[in-house]
């Protein structure tokens, strides 16, 4: 009798959940990614001529305000910053690759359709290929440019100053940033789906378990 409870709560046993690392690499990145995405459309609006300063209130929110050694254009602080949050998803993307291909994540609910299985499946390969080509395209992007690419201060990578590959790579840059932003909301969507309708476990599978 207890045997069979557990198979029909089988969702909730740790066999069939994700691991900690992959739950922590999952909300680490994807709430980076949404702040990026935002900090990017900030970005694009902040005047070339703005004056020089030490003290930059992130967003213009009153919520927190970075310091600066050395004085610098508010256009400036925010695309190195962005570079710097950049370079740092990509490590962290790269991780999370490696440690999906080791480490086997558990299957897709027995309850859900084919058809949502496909969409799933889909779009979670939709999400690895463009958390991969956006930081890559914008590293490239950086290294066409005369600036190259600073890590929060420490110049890791010199600027090329080639305008043709800059662009091009902005381009892809864009596109894939866009593409991203729809895959997201379609995931979002999906996981209110399954919690508030379904309410079939997916997202507690999502969470971290103190028995892994």
């Known amino acids: 009798m207890m ?16 691991t900690n690392t992959a739950v922590l690499l999952h909300w680490l990145i994807g709430i980076a ?7 990017g459309i900030f970005m694009t609006d902040i005047p070339k001529e703005a004056p020089k300063q030490t003290s930059f209130d992130l967003f213009n929110l009153g919520i927190y305000t970075w310091e600066v050694a050395k004085e610098e254009s508010p256009r400036s602080f925010y695309f190195n ?3 710097s949050l950049g370079v ?4 962290l993307v790269l991780f999370r690759i490696f440690w999906r291909f080791t480490h086997k994540p558990p299957a897709l ?3 859900m359709k084919p058809w949502e299985k496909r969409l799933a ?5 939709g999400l690895y290929l463009l958390m991969f080509l956006i930081p890559l395209t914008g590293i490239i992007m950086s290294i066409g440019s005369k600036y190259g690419i600073k890590w929060f201060g420490i110049k890791i990578i010199p ?3 080639n305008e043709v590959m800059r662009e091009l790579f902005y381009e892809f840059h864009e596109i894939f940033g866009q593409l ?7 995931h979002i969507l999906g996981a209110l789906k399954h919690a508030i309708i379904d309410k079939d476990g997916t997202l507690r599978r999502m969470w971290f378990n103190k028995n892994t």
Not at 3 to 18: D, E, G, I, M, T
Not at 33 to 39: G, S
Not at 121 to 125: E, I, Q, R, S, V
Not at 180 to 186: K, S, V, W
């Open 88 to 91: 740092t998803i990509f490590v």
């Open 3 to 18: 045997a069979q409870v557990k198979k029909n709560f089988s969702f909730l046993n740790n066999s069939k959940r994700y």
């Open 109 to 111: 609910l027995t309850t």
């Open 33 to 39: 990614i949404i702040f990026m995405l935002a900090l």
């Open 81 to 83: 910053f962005h570079k």
């Open 159 to 161: 600027g090329i100053d």
């Open 121 to 125: 499946t889909a779009a979670h390969h």
């Open 180 to 186: 991203l932003l729809l895959i997201l909301i379609f």
